[in-house]
């Protein structure tokens, strides 16, 4: 893998760069979504974090961002940017974690002509990219320690010296790192320098996990498949148990997860969208009849259960209706009632029966 191809440098528009408070971005969406900068949420946990963005951006302080996997770290850095002075320089993004460790040096500082094989020409570094913008390092924690004591240094003087080069070189950058592990433990268990870690976290912030984003899933849902139903010109709608799944699910992967769940769900669609509870989906798959015994998984909903008990039944009784209720012990009625309701509801598969 090339290590240059972690090198994004925004070229921003310039409708981007004057951003207007939340409140007039917010007037933009039709529901109640806020918009701030390049983050969508309107819970009281996404408010927050603008508030503690609008102050760290009017700074250059050094801001860490730590959240899990799919939180919006990188989203959060460049609102920190793009409401900053510094928004008309460049928003350079690094992701540490996928550079081999050899190279890293020089990919933040660059090297010069000949300083290792293969380096044949003298080539700048990210901080160099960046000068005069903000350089986002992603996955810091998962630097060698000996790299680190570069990174601290360049942090602590403003000044470094690119692989093998001996004039000091500046450069006027704002650092934003980001990581999904608690700094604290990363210090403890992942060789994180305890020194960086408190000279990066001048300014902590924390990105709140969807789960904790009150009201936030359905109306970021709502955003992405409005974003969708734009680009492919349709007007695709949600069923009411994919809005029930996108409420309740707890979204392990965050918003990450849940934006790749619509597009997929968006693709299969024709019109109504189906998201399938993703728990009860691999359950469902997994649920066992054999002959005349039956397996319900720990945890399945009693409706369902209570379902797959009477088709279950009504199958090994060959349709007979009148034997299956017998069976189950309710009368010819109640099971044609609980039949009906099954064809009623979209999700009756013949697969099931
Ligand atoms: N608050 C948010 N509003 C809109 N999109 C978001 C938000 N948070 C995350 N995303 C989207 O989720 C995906 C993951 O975001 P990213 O910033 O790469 O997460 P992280 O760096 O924390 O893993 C991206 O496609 C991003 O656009
Ligand atoms: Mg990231």
Redesign the pocket.
Known sequence: MSASSDLDTTAETPGDSGTPPPEKRASRKSSSLECYG????SSPA?RELYEHIERVAATDATALIV??????????ARTIHERSARKDAPFVAVNCGAIPDNLIEAELFGHERGSFTGAVQGRAGYFEHANGGTLFL?EVTEMAPIRQVKLLRALETGTFFRVGGTDELQSDVRVIA?T?RDPLVAVKENGLREDLMYRLAVFPLR?PPLREREGDREL?AQ?FLDEMNAQENTSKVFSKRALDTLRTYSWPG???EM?NAVYRAFILAEKTIEIEHPRLASRAKKAVTQGDAMSVWVGTPLADAQKQIILGTLKFCGGDKRRAAKALGVSLKTLYNRLGSYEDKEDTSASEE
């Open positions: 390049s983050l969508y949420g996404m959240g899990e996997s799919g939180t919006g770290k990188e989203l959060i992603d980001a999904n990105a970021l955003h965050n918003v990450r934006k």
